[in-house]
């Protein structure tokens, strides 16, 4: 009994081998960041429904893990499309020469991200720089001389008079997640230019400056709860002091339960987020390997379907799942140059 | 020591007797307690879980009297090719507009074909092309409503209000209209179990993930059994006891608690990196977790081999047996149930395991239901993990539903370990 179990796995696997040997990839690889995701595979859906390829298979690695999988050089095993919610790192971008990547950069959109409380709880109106110093693992002296000291703020009304006096409680994402590297570049850092000599430093010394405004606190203030956006509606529903950071597609899908704050006196919605008016949002990228897109069959075609206006249009089915559209011009400008394939050689060129 | 008189032994003891009955009583306790706590902490996990998950099992559906309009269509007969560029999404539109005949303006008429699932016209392409004859003319089919729409008459149950959330008054009122007149109605949801995954979660199922489980499940039982059962065999009744099968053993106990994700990163430098086997694909994946559960069988298989009393092996022997007679005429047999228990375990382990799958991209989104494998999949608890993860509202009912199918699965298979030792079993 046991010699033919051994047989027939050993069967198995020799037949299994051999048909690894034979098949070429014919779908598209897609790997990256978990905010691109949800666009990702809608447009993957979409694709393989509309056309005769094989349904692009999408993976939620990351936009960090995404790069170091997308730039580990040009082959069958590597990934032909990586999703990005921040903008390639020239690091990342020299990596992907040195392997012989040539990289297409397409932007596709953008994503808010919102500070919300429960529905119960009265809506806050905040600020950059309420956010920076709520926040900020070291803030400036409150005696006003140009010095740091631990943040000392308890409250909300410590931070600033006209805010409600309940503690400061924020939950959001670990520093592994982009969305905490967005919500620091642009809630963070945007408060933290207010100060003039903060700023100042920006010229003489950028790493000291970088870490300032980016440090978040890690005194309790500041709760890390997980990648898992649904779990911090739950916990904001549960515990209606605290504030809760998360994509804006969340907010959309669960505006009986939370409420987005007012940020520099804009609420979060559709059109102030793609209007720009609405502070903090981050643009939405997919970078695809030129050597690609001739030899894996359907490349082309699934980019013209992504920067198609019935994907990406203000009214395409991209905006129902939350990703808020680019100005039409510049998606016309960037459909065209999608069309032309143009490697991109360094990040100042745009 | 001084003599002591029966009395005075006797009240020696009655003098803490009590408090022993105490202590005795307070283990008890103890113990009933703390099965109460497990029980508790179960039932509250399963109610959780099935008063969110029942709900995805039923899906709202929209009756509708389309025409297959060859105008409207724009083909005159049904192939292959016709049927690609077919225009069903207007053929819906149309029994839309003919339903609600009031709707006009450019945007309410958008709105109202959102009442419908963005997959429809699918299923009318499958309609058209398995009957052929109803070209050019008309029947009454049941199409998934929305997500939205679904999220929503599902909420009407809780509160009178129900959670409008994207749904406009002007559309609550079709829906209210619809469902007045059993046009719009829950029934049973067959695509969940038909379907792979989709972003659209009216279209979403488990099927691709239940096959990706199975057919990663298969590559891993086809080799870490035998593997296991052989070393276990070798280690315990040919091996020699020396310093080198101690390091092995300790090796083997060692990798039985090694954190899974290291599993993982080792089959991305492995068996991708070096073999250049494809990403995302069973194949890969039942590699990784056979290095993963084989500690567990070995351990287990030797176990059981143990447990095999040496009267046997040696009445054997006197009769003249050969040691791989003995092996595999005596001592294998016996020992099978103890293996078979430690391999189903080692499976069901496997089966509950997303950390090692990361690395090698079975963490993906996965539409096409895998054929083999070589195509690629996920598995169960990936689903569950990536729908977990997903903004839309109607994915939460749909995480839970399939956590109920991967624990009666896990059920099933315990079960059968269970069954397999009773039956096989044998007693001294």
Known sequence: MNKQILATSLAALTLATSQVAMAARDYISVVGSSTVYPFTTTVAERFSRATQFKTPVVESTGTGGGMKLFCQGVGESTADVTGASRRIKQSELEMCKGNGVDVVEVQIGYDGIVLANAKKATPFKLTRKDIFLALAKEVPNPNGSETLVANPYKTWKDVNPALPNTKIEVLGPPPTSGTRDAFAELAMEGGCKKFGWIKAMKKKDKSAYKAICHNVREDGAYVEAGENDNLIVNKLVANPNALGIFGFSFLDQNADKVQGSLIEDQAPTFDSIADQSYPVSRPLFIYVKKAHADVVPGIKQFLAEFTNERAWGDEGYLADKGMIPLPTEKRQKIATDVRKMNALSNLAAK | ?428
Request: hydrophobic share 50%; aromatic share 8%; glycine share 8%.
């Open chain 2, 1 to 428: 020591m001084t003599n002591l008189t029966q009395t005075q032994v006797r009240e020696r003891i009655e003098k803490n007797l009590a408090s022993r009955h105490r202590t005795e009583k307070l283990f008890r306790g103890l113990g009933i307690a703390s099965i109460a706590f497990g029980v508790l902490a179960v039932v509250i996990l399963f109610s959780d879980i099935i008063g969110k998950g029942s709900g995805a099992f039923m899906q709202a559906s929209i009756q509708l009297e389309v025409h297959y309009d060859t105008e409207v269509l724009g083909i005159d007969q049904v192939d292959d090719e016709s049927l690609t560029w077919a225009n069903f999404s207007g053929v819906i539109r149309q029994a839309l507009r003919e339903r609600f005949p009031s709707v006009t303006g450019r945007s309410d008429k958008r709105e109202l074909y959102t009442l419908v699932s963005s997959g429809a016209p699918f299923t009318l392409r499958d309609r058209l092309a398995e009957n052929p004859e109803l070209l050019g003319k008309s029947e009454v089919v049941w199409f998934a409503a929305d997500d939205d729409v679904d999220t929503f008459i599902k909420s009407l149950k809780d509160s009178k209000e129900g959670f409008r959330g994207r749904t406009s008054d002007q559309k609550a009122g079709w829906i209210e209209q619809l469902l007045e007149t059993g046009e719009l109605k829950k029934r049973f949801n067959t695509i969940f179990f038909t379907n792979g995954d989709s972003r659209e979660p009216e279209q979403a199922g488990i099927r691709a993930a239940l096959m990706g489980s199975l057919f990663t499940l298969l590559v891993t039982l086809a080799l870490s059994f035998p593997i296991g059962v052989a070393a276990a065999i070798y280690l315990e009744e040919y091996a020699p006891k020396n310093r080198w099968t101690d390091l092995i053993e300790v090796n083997i106990n060692n990798l039985a608690a090694v954190p899974s994700i290291v599993f993982g990163l080792l089959g991305l430098a492995i068996f991708i990196n070096f073999f250049e086997l494809p990403r995302s694909a069973p194949l890969v994946g039942g590699l990784v977790l056979t290095l993963m559960t084989l500690p567990t069988i070995i351990i287990s298989s030797r176990a059981a081999l143990k447990a095999v009393p040496p009267s046997i092996r040696e009445a054997a022997m006197g009769m003249g047996a050969s040691r791989m007679q003995v092996v595999f005429h005596h001592v294998l047999p016996l020992a099978m149930p103890g293996m078979l228990t430690g391999a189903i375990i080692g499976m069901a382990q496997a089966l509950g395991e997303t950390a090692p799958l990361l690395m090698i991209g079975m963490v993906a989104f996965i539409v096409d239901v895998p054929g083999g494998v070589t195509d690629p999949a996920t598995v169960l608890p990936v689903q569950i993990f990536l729908w977990a993860d997903s903004p839309e509202r109607a994915f939460v009912e749909r995480t839970s539903a399939a956590i109920m199918v991967l624990l009666s699965v896990l059920i099933l298979m315990n079960a059968s370990a269970v069954m397999l030792r009773k039956k096989l079993e044998r007693r001294w």
